[in-house]
């Protein structure tokens, strides 16, 4: 499973947004399709991630006006179409991130991975049965 590529959890197409999109127009996106993270997109290329948290305690009579170009992370961590599963996850794991875009050579968005979509993956690989026996403090 490790050395799976990353398009095998990825969601593709990512839900993408321009930098001169305002903070208001990020968070209707990011509520309206259930989205915590949203790469930025300037001439068909990764500019950047936006993040719900990179949203909250901004000025609500401010969010129609301040940009996303403002707010987002330049430069931020990618994953090529050629990762695998173990690259999204010692990546993951670290807890810097909780996103990674997905590009081509070209730095053209092609998808993101959430760690929600890597726990997903572990939970499909635990064997299934009854009720867990143990407690948060057995572990």
Request: glycine share 10%; no cysteine.
């Amino acid at each position: 499973m490790r050395n799976q590529p990353i398009e095998r959890i990825m969601t593709a197409p990512a839900w993408t947004i321009g930098p001169e999109s305002t903070l208001e127009e990020a968070a209707r996106l990011m509520a309206r399709e259930r989205l915590h993270h949203l790469p930025v997109v300037e001439g068909g290329r990764l500019a950047g991630i936006v993040s719900a948290s990179d949203l909250i305690g901004r000025d609500a009579p401010d969010a129609g006006r301040k940009r996303v170009g403002d707010v987002m992370r330049r430069e931020p961590v990618v994953l090529s179409r050629t990762s695998t599963l173990q690259d999204a996850a010692a990546l993951l794991a670290s807890g810097d991130h909780h996103s990674l875009p997905v590009v081509d050579p070209e730095g053209k968005v092609v998808g993101i991975v959430t760690s929600t979509d890597l726990i997903t993956v572990l939970l499909h690989q635990l064997p299934t049965g009854g009720a867990a026996t143990g407690t948060a403090s057995d572990m």
